[in-house]
């Protein structure tokens, strides 16, 4: 039984910290897309929401 | 009841980019999103080509069809939007579709793309017409309006067609006869399983 | 004098006037096209099946104008991947239940004898059941993706369906990480045991004990759990190696490469997922004493007498320092 629990919550918090890992190393499309001399100010936020 | 199309007329396009110029600006879509492009095919070689391209609408639209959770869904005019609200950003649509429309705000796959987004024809989402929620999520509502896309009202060249099927093909019809020569209405055989005789 | 300048100016005017008379006239029959010797697209789809050019966008995919293979992806995925993984899983789960019906759980034939021994150590069994768990969660949230839309989104709604399936998606994406590791640790733990062998040969030949009533000898795993560690690591490895491609689209293909990972992912994972339900089918009901082996780690000594011989033989042998030396079941 123990070795069953330890597997859940080890698998949990796996999933969890290459969660957050994943998402810091995420790229969004306004930067990926872009070229470095085209990103002046503001990528806009139309149609993607605050956080595309 | 009108079907709409596009038809990129590409005898006639010279890659200007009025196109992409006048999506990006009527709906305000944000950098690395590219509803409508222009790809040129063998650039500066003789035979050169350009076509404009976004979504075309596709009769029995494979986005659709791929879709997971069945987000999609084609207008009484044939016109075929998705809801943002139900997508999951799993990035389907794009290995179906065979002109590349689906964008994604993000590049990795891990956990979601973002909500996915393409051209609407101008026609906007599932909100109630005109509204602000409607323009933040999908953009301008021309067609509500009793307007046409604005890329193909922006063409410099007239090469960009979008209304009633039926109408654009003979406006294409006409012009090949006139000029004596015409490419084929690109891309009307994968999407809308039919061919101008030109 | 004057009349000659007059006859002069006369014949200029009228062949000026023939001139404009003959410019305005369309000429027929030199007709020009001046994309005459541009690409087709016809021509083009023919003789690569996809259509690219040049953009000028830092998006590269976009440069894509038509790849008609989608078309084809679309139907495999619709059509050809639902009746694979129908016919796998569904084929499976009514085998199992027409063998279970007719053979019955595989009885200890000599009776618990109260003594066991060591199966498993606590290692072992925490990174199985690691693996176990994370796959039962990612063929849930797989077969999600496939039959998700036609069995269970007329039954709860589009709103319900899609929030289920996102946060299905984000469990299968994540949870790949642990059971990928779990896929690795049992390849390097157990393949010393996992080598096919003569045995095995023998094993399968005597029916393994579940056709017909035989105790063919085999070492600590005969040849169906060897069977199982090939699928586990093969299949494993090879819808890691597919799903995470698909996790971090375009990074090492173009639009073909990713058609073809989601269909080698799919088709492997239908199969794995059949494989795995015999494996639990097996461990659990199939088999008097098996789960012994996973749930605690010791298995009864006539169990594994009758199972297992072979390797009793090898245990009984390293002698009672061993730690595997039987022993009576402690009360708990």
């Known amino acids: 039984m123990k070795a069953f629990l330890a597997a859940l919550l080890f698998a949990a918090i796996a999933a969890v910290g290459v969660s957050i890992l994943l998402n810091a190393i995420q790229e969004p499309s306004s930067v990926a897309f872009t070229t470095g001399g085209a990103r002046v100010g503001d990528p806009g936020h139309n149609l993607v929401g605050p956080n595309g | ?198 | 004098m004057a009349s000659f300048g007059r006859f002069i100016r006369l014949a200029v005017g009228a062949c000026v006037f023939l001139l404009v008379i003959a410019a305005s006239v369309p000429c027929n029959a030199q007709q020009v096209n001046p994309t005459a010797s541009s690409v087709k697209e016809q021509q083009l789809l023919q003789e690569l099946n996809r259509i690219q050019g040049r953009v000028s966008i830092p998006d590269q995919r976009s440069g894509v104008l038509e790849q008609p293979a989608g078309r084809d992806w679309r139907e495999f995925r619709n059509v050809t991947l639902r009746w694979i993984g129908g016919i796998a899983i569904l084929g499976m789960i009514a085998v199992m239940v027409i063998f279970y019906l007719t053979r019955g759980m595989v009885r200890l034939e000599s009776g618990r004898s109260g003594r066991t021994i060591v199966r498993f150590r606590a290692f072992e069994r925490f990174v199985h059941w690691m693996t176990a768990s994370c796959f039962i969660v990612l063929a849930i949230s797989g077969l999600n993706i496939t039959f998700g839309r036609p069995l269970l989104l007329p039954l709860i709604g589009f709103e319900a369906f899609s929030e289920w399936s996102q946060w299905a998606k984000y469990a299968h994406n994540y949870l790949s990480f642990p059971f990928t590791i779990g896929v690795v640790l049992i390849f390097l733990m157990w393949i010393a045991g996992n080598i096919p062998n003569k045995v095995d040969v023998e094993w399968l030949k005597r029916g393994g004990g579940i056709v017909g009533h035989d105790h063919p000898p085999a070492y600590r795993f005969n040849a169906g759990q060897k069977a199982i560690y090939w699928i586990v690591v093969m299949g494993g490895g090879a819808v890691a190696v597919t799903g995470y491609e698909l996790m971090f689209p375009f990074y090492l293909s173009g639009i073909e490469g990713m058609q073809l990972a989601q269909i080698v992912h799919s088709v492997v994972s239908v199969l794995f997922i059949a494989a795995m339900l015999a494996h639990i089918y097996i461990g659990t009901i199939g088999m008097e004493g098996a789960f012994d082996a996973m749930g605690t780690g010791e298995v009864d000594l006539n169990w594994a007498k009758e199972h297992h011989s072979l390797w009793v033989e090898e245990e009984l042998a390293k002698g009672p320092s061993s730690g595997s030396s039987p022993r009576p079941v402690a009360a708990e």
């Not at chain 2, 063409?155 to 015409?182: F, H, N, P, W």
């Open chain 2, 1 to 198: 009841m009108a079907r709409m199309k596009f038809l990129c007329d590409a005898d006639r396009c010279i890659e200007c980019n009025a196109c992409v110029t006048a999506c990006k600006n009527e709906h305000e879509v944000p950098w690395g999103i590219n509803r409508r492009r222009v790809v040129t095919i063998n650039d500066g070689k003789p035979g050169e080509r350009s076509v404009s391209m976004a979504c075309m609408h596709c009769t029995d639209a494979p986005c659709a069809a791929v879709c997971p959770v069945n987000c999609f869904y084609t207008t009484a005019d044939g016109v075929v939007l998705h809801s943002k609200d139900l997508c999951i950003g799993c990035g389907y649509c794009f290995y179906a579709c065979p002109f590349g429309a689906p964008q994604y705000p993000k590049v990795g796959n891990f956990g979601s793309r973002g909500k996915m987004d393409k051209c609407t024809f101008c026609a906007g989402g599932p909100e109630a017409d005109g509204s602000q929620e409607e323009y933040e999520k999908y953009g301008a509502n021309r067609l509500a309006e009793g307007k046409l896309p604005l890329c193909a009202e922006m063409c410099s060249t007239k090469s960009l067609l979008a209304g009633d099927g039926e109408i654009i093909a003979q406006i294409y019809k006409e012009r090949v006869m006139k000029r004596g020569y015409g490419s084929g209405a690109w891309g009307w055989k994968t999407a809308y399983r039919e061919t101008i005789e030109s």
